[in-house]
């Protein structure tokens, strides 16, 4: 799977994906969406990383998290959409 497919899967829902970390070779499941907070831009974080680089909002960690495309194990479907709390 390549990011574009991957930010393409991520618009139809939240997803829990498995990759390789690159640093240690450890196996990492997240829980990621593309409904970041507001103060976040994803399309500027996007467009000034390398391709194969993925940047997304970690629903668990409440963080932004990357990892590489060609790292990706496995790429699960949430049934339901991460949303913040808006006061």
Known sequence: MNRDEFYQKLEEGDLEVTFEKKTDGSIR???????????????????????????????EAKGWRSFYADNIKEVKPLGTNFSLLQE
């Open 29 to 59: 499941t997240m829980r990621c969406t593309a409904n970041a907070p507001k103060t976040e831009n994803l399309d500027q974080r996007k467009s000034s990383r390398p391709e194969t680089l993925i940047t997304v909002y970690d629903t």
